[in-house]
């Protein structure tokens, strides 16, 4: 049987006579600061969520790789093996149980519900894919039709339940392309280019860009910058800020493009968020993205804001204090609270380095506090391209994987009511431990 949690409209729960506080709901006053809800601050409620949060049967799939970190395309050998449980049974071990993914797929991927969806290896269609009793399972695929992607190298974003909007730019990075497929069937709905052009004086653009939707105005936002390299050149010279497209999602026309002045660039460029989720938002629907600027020619990493109903970044606005490298991910909790990974660049930036480090990340009070256990700071993990967490919100649980020098790797459990942390299974050694992801039964 299915629960769902939802955020009543405020005014409703005063006319029943309920605390909202009671609901862990938060709002926006009118500067655009979260802060929780309670009854004698109803008046300055900008715009709640009504967003569900669905209580169904549901699974972890967990990735690693041998050898070495894995992503940003790297050959290595990748093998995925379901769980019901990360804090019951025996040590997750991958010998003999799961299956090996990277000779026709790549962990960069798309999931919703119960499937994954992206561009194979072979990188001449869409599939959508089930992975059931721990084999991989083509459930409907599509070639591709005028327009045609690499793979790992895209964003999208959901338009609903089942329109998923893939974009990238093409084979040359001139321009930037897009499908619209439905993903009941996979079929392509349209396609076409968007009409951002090279900027004069550059060369390229970013290999995807970011993209993401916002359901309270219906618009969509597309992170990207001009490059005078070729796209991957370790030597390219970006322009200065990225730019900000607003796109509406009806004629893929772009109603305005804004270059930031808040952050040279955005996390993911190259990928979206096929392998980490850079871009969220609160329950006002205000947008957070995860950039980063060279601060004595290292990058420092930010925490961006465009509040709801604005089109640009809030000026002087960083709601990451504090960093010392870059941002890799944020994902939201809930209540004003984001996990974060972070790395630490007076220790390393390569992707294998034992450099980076997981955060909780409080808006209402703008503090960054490292993640501990028993009291002391959890040791620092390697891979700069990992996702090794997941948010369940329907338990109230964070799942944080760690991938620590000279330890077993494991997982800890983030109570998101309580801060506690408790200690999860540990994962067998002589595994890089990449993904933990949340599906559908």
């Not at 992503?71 to 019951?88: A, K, N, Y």
Request: charged share 20%.
């Amino acid at each position: 049987m299915k629960r769902i949690v939802l955020s009543f409209v405020a005014t409703m729960l005063v006319c029943l006579g309920v605390s909202a506080q009671s609901y862990n709901m938060v709002i926006t006053k009118a500067d655009g600061t979260l802060v929780p809800i309670s009854a004698d601050e109803i008046a300055n409620v900008s715009f709640i969520a009504a967003e569900p949060i669905v209580d169904v049967p549901r699974h972890f799939d967990l990735i690693v790789t041998l050898g070495k970190q894995g992503g940003m395309g790297r050959d290595v050998t990748t093998i995925m093996q379901s769980r019901q449980s990360l804090t019951e049974g025996d040590v997750v071990d991958f010998k003999g149980v799961g299956a090996e993914i990277n000779a026709d797929y790549s962990m960069e991927a798309i999931y919703k519900g119960k499937y994954y969806y992206e561009v194979p290896v072979s990188a001449d269609r869409f599939v959508k894919l089930q992975f059931k009793d721990n084999k991989m399972e083509v459930v409907k695929q599509r070639p591709f039709k005028e327009n045609t992607y690499k793979t790992r190298n895209y964003t999208h974003a959901w338009l609903n339940d089942n329109t998923l909007l893939i974009m990238s730019t093409d084979g040359e990075h001139k321009q930037v392309i897009w499908t619209k497929l439905n993903t009941d069937d996979m079929s392509i709905i349209s396609e076409g280019t968007l009409s951002i052009a090279v900027a004069e004086g550059y060369n390229v653009l970013t290999t995807s860009g970011v993209l993401t939707y916002r359901k309270s105005d219906h618009k969509l936002f597309y992170f990207y910058y001009n490059k005078k390299e070729t796209s991957g050149s370790s030597k390219t010279s970006n322009e200065p800020y990225f730019r900000i497209a607003v796109i509406n999602p009806e004629t893929m026309a772009i109603e305005q493009e804004i270059i930031n002045k808040e952050a040279a660039q955005m996390t993911g460029s190259a990928y979206g968020e096929l392998l980490q989720q850079t871009v969220f938002f609160d329950e006002a629907d205000n947008l957070y993205l995860s950039a980063f600027s060279a601060v004595e020619k290292k990058n420092i990493g930010q925490l961006l804001r465009i509040k709801n109903g604005e089109f640009d970044f809030e000026a002087g606005y960083n709601g990451f204090p504090g960093a010392k490298g870059k941002l890799l991910t944020a994902q939201y909790m809930g209540n004003g609270k984001v996990l974060a990974f972070s790395g630490d660049n007076a220790i390393g930036t390569g992707i294998d380095s034992y450099a980076y480090y997981y955060s909780i990340v409080d808006l209402y009070n703008k503090t960054v506090t490292p993640l501990a256990y028993n009291g002391t700071e959890i040791p620092y993990s390697s891979g700069s391209f990992s996702q090794r967490t997941a948010i369940d919100r329907a338990a109230g649980k964070a799942y944080i994987g760690v991938n620590t020098e000279g330890a077993q790797p494991g997982i800890y459990v983030y109570d998101i009511k309580t801060g506690a942390v408790t200690k999860g299974v540990d994962v067998a050694e002589g595994y890089y431990f990449e993904q933990i992801r949340i599906l559908e039964d």
